[in-house]
């Protein structure tokens, strides 16, 4: 058994250092675009008078560092090669989320806008494994040249993580002799609405409601008449572009289904393993920089003549914080190794619970690290003029969204008491009337258990 990294990993992560000091870090010192990384952060990339949407400066940025990362080869590092990627490994994902992360703030990594010099892009592998041809044809090109922009209409006002419960509905309609659906419903959280081409938008199409069949994934134009968004929700961290976005009499052609009629949650559920580990490590890094900024900062600040970190005040809550980041380390690249040893599909089957320990501790890890730092730090602690309270707003969002830490909690317990996972075996001879476990999206309540989506 092997935990070194490869020396291919680690030559890479030269590599990536290498071209943040050349092509990114004198693009973040230009113009005064440090402005959108120092304690003018908030307000730089915020346009308050303007629903509290991204400044335009703020994206062009984002942009721009995409664009030289994507030309350097790195951006598209996780894609397959037929996407002009190297189909990078969750393993190596995993590190190298972690390595950028613990960095701390700047423009190679800025988690706030899943943003990072090598991205992480689940959308260009569901339409590969989802997609029409006619639709692999406008999409996949358009998505890695930035033509085409898709966000997520899933979660609902009334109803969060139940997915199931879902009140947008669509019927068949026929308009000018072609078949298709008109839609009305209203969705939360459609991230990006304000610079999406489509929505992915999840409608009951059929069946009862807080049945996992009869949802089907529609591919909606965003400027598709009906389509308006309510109000942009203002946030812990801002800027927002989280909306609320009401669908009244929205048409659309059959053409416009994304994946398996009335079986759309499935693709919901693609890729929520890849997108929660990495994540994971992306938290796990974000906590490391706040522990070993605060350890720094003890060992230099010298109250009443000795170093702040003799204290064990000090001592003691970073070494439980140190303790649990090496122990998680741990597990997030087991998970990731496992991962990388399986078909996708049976993930979801094997390592599920796994993939939820991961990215629910890391969530609550970098929380609270960035707290512990704050503390250490004191009243600089507490200001903008350190990353902390930054770190800590954005971080407190992961611990809702990609499934609230609630619910992942209840996926490792339904594999740890064999409701779901390899023990269902185990404990195939009692009765299970009263739980009916399947999918995570599908996790229907019998005895007062809630459905998780």
Known sequence: MDFALPQELKDYLAELDRFIEAEIKPLEDADDNVRFFDHRREYARTDFENGGLPRHEWEELLREARRRADKAGHLRFAMLPKFGGKGGSNLWMCVIREYL???????????????????????AKMFDDFGTEAQKAEFLGGMLDGTKRITFGLTEPDHGSDATHMETRGVREEKDGVAGWRINGEKMWTTGMHAATHCALFVRTSGEDGAARGITCFLVPADAPGVEVEEYLWTFNMPTDHPRVAFRNVWVPDTAIFGEPENGLPLAQSFVHENRIRQAAGSLGAAVFCMEEAVR????????????????AIQFPLVELATQAEMLRLLIRKTAWQMDQMPHPEVEKQLSDKVSMCNYWGNRLACEAADRAMQVHGGIGYSRHKPFEHIYRHHRRYRITEGAEE???????????GYMGPKRKEFAGLDWSDV????????RPRSGWQALG
Do not use: W
């Not at 992360?101 to 959308?123: C, R, T, W, Y």
């Not at 619910?407 to 008491?417: C, E």
């Open 436 to 443: 009916d476990y399947r999918t995570e999206s599908q996790i």
């Open 297 to 312: 900062y003890a060992r230099q600040r010298k109250p009443f003549g000795e170093d702040l970190a003799k204290n064990q």
């Open 407 to 417: 619910i992942q909690m209840r996926k490792v317990a339904a594999f740890l008491f």
């Open 101 to 123: 992360a613990a960095k701390g703030l700047g423009l190679h990594n800025d988690l706030q806008n899943e943003h990072s010099i090598v991205a992480n892009n689940p959308f």
